[in-house]
């Protein structure tokens, strides 16, 4: 009896396994009511349960979501019915549940984030160019198209006219890529898909009057850079690209074909290989076969995704990527931290350090907020400079007791005041009319024109600086700035930001629906609902969400109102940083 119910546990437990699966799809079409989009798949993931990524625009729509199959099926009902999906390419793939939960979390998995972006998926860089019109984009060749012209190229010596082209990342080519026989295969060997216009503008010549078949995962990059590289006029004309990506491909050809290994995927699968199971990836250190990435291992400079076999694997060790290496970035030993090594330039053994201004909180001062970051300082004294200002608005001093303090208490000021601010009385001290509240961020909607005015001054005598760092509502301040990065061209111009306990301001908020922020951004908060008393987690989290993917990263903490300066976090800090060095 209880062999029987054990069999039957496992039964249904195989049974919801296989009714589980991942969804991938996108369309490039004109959308004219982007409310009414955003609502459609608010209903109808949330209805049905699904989870994953689904990034919307004027443009167009890409999703990649998870859940029962037939929660899966009964979406693709839904959109089909619209005529704006008319022609979509649904990839609906059976799978496990998630099983490692970091792997879920970074992929996106354990929750539905529905954005509003510029870009799709992001192909320009930081800063934007112009991106081509989507109508150039190269032609469509199925699959069983695509495995015939390498075929028919197989046979030849050597083909001169046809070219491959892989439009994805370096870690992904790593573990699985086509290869024919006597056809040129082109790795632009890149860490993101916004560097691939710069390495199409530098290679452009391999390709000038050839055929020249592209590919990706889904089919999704190549749609831009297709359209980007016949832009470039004659000689160009004849750019193709795979329909449906390399996972249509291994559908169709289901022992894999031309194309060789596993293809990297950006969900909790990681990858998914073809009946042979070959592998062509190798570990980082001892360069044995290997080509799993679940362990998560990346770079500690540029966090790039790297492969580390299990044998070699060790807690707590330093890893830096082949393209850091490349550039000059890996000169030191793996078991060293290379942000801990003196760097030589110009003769002498300290590099140029990155100048960063420091924004602080409301109702601080330069000062105090000095004083709060003295071990963050401290810890990045090799690689940066940190300078603090005030901020223009002078607050009032406000006290909760029977009688005000006394003795002397130094000025605060503030980025962005309420409706009501009233500047400092000349008797100095005024009775709060009430309590803190912990959302009177949500108020502060006045006085960022002058804060802006007074930051353009602060760039022009004391910059150049080569970022910013905003800290509770300086974070605020630092966000809107940076929404407005183009238009402040010459005025105050930055590479990066590190926003810390930040929230979404006013400036944004009107902003939010139209398009994501591309500066590189590095986002600090707390990871537990409730710790930090002065700006929920989820104020940090959206607003992070309003930079594009590939410019924002997260660094999620246990601690509450603070910049976190021990280990890991700091070490992540300054890998976001060494990349400006």
Known sequence: MGTSSCGDHEKQRIEDEEQYGVLLYYKYTSVPDLDELVSFYESS??????????????????????????????????AKSNCLFEGTDFKLASCHHPLN????????????SIRVVEELVTFSPCPPLKPPEISNAGKHLSAAEFHSVLQSANGKSE???????????????????FESENVETLDPEIRQYSDLPTWIDQNAEKMKGKNVLMYCTGGIRCEMASAYIRSKGAGFENTFQLYGGIQRYLEQFPSGGFFKGKNFVFDHRISVGSSKEDIIGSCLLCNNTFDDYSPRCRCRLCRMLVLVCNHCRVKGDIYICELCRKHGKGEVPLSLDPLNQ???????????????????????????????????AKKLKNIAELVFIDAPHELQ????????????CNKKFAWLVSSDFDKPSETGWTVAQCQFDPLQYQT??????????????????????????GFSQGAAMA????????????????RFCVLCSGFTPWPLLEMKEKRSIKCPSLHIFGSQPGKDRQIVTQASSDLAGLFEDGCATIVEHDFGHIIPTKSPYIDEIKAFLY???
Request: aromatic share 8%; proline share 3%.
């Open 101 to 112: 939960d970091k792997v879920a979390e970074e992929c996106g998995f354990t929750s539905l």
């Open 45 to 78: 993931c949330n209805s049905l349960g699904l989870l994953g990524r689904v990034r919307l625009s004027p443009k167009g729509v890409n999703v990649t979501v998870g859940g029962k199959l037939t929660a899966l099926e009964e979406h693709i009902a839904a």
């Open 397 to 408: 001093f406000i006290y909760q007791t029977a009688t005000p303090p006394s003795g002397v």
């Open 159 to 177: 083909n001169k006219e046809l070219v491959l082209l892989d439009a994805r990342n370096l870690y992904e080519t790593r573990i699985g890529k």
């Open 444 to 469: 502060q909607t006045e006085g960022f024109d002058k804060s802006l005015t007074y930051l353009k001054t602060a760039f022009e005598e004391k910059g150049p600086f080569d970022g910013i760092l």
């Open 479 to 494: 966000a809107a700035v940076c929404g407005k990065q183009e238009q402040l061209v010459g005025e105050i111009d930055f």
């Open 579 to 581: 990349q400006f060095i």
């Open 342 to 376: 003196p760097s030589e330039s110009n003769g002498d053994n300290t590099r140029r350090k990155l100048r960063i201004l420091c924004l602080h909180g409301f109702r601080q001062n330069a000062s105090s907020f000095k004083g709060r970051t003295g071990s963050l």
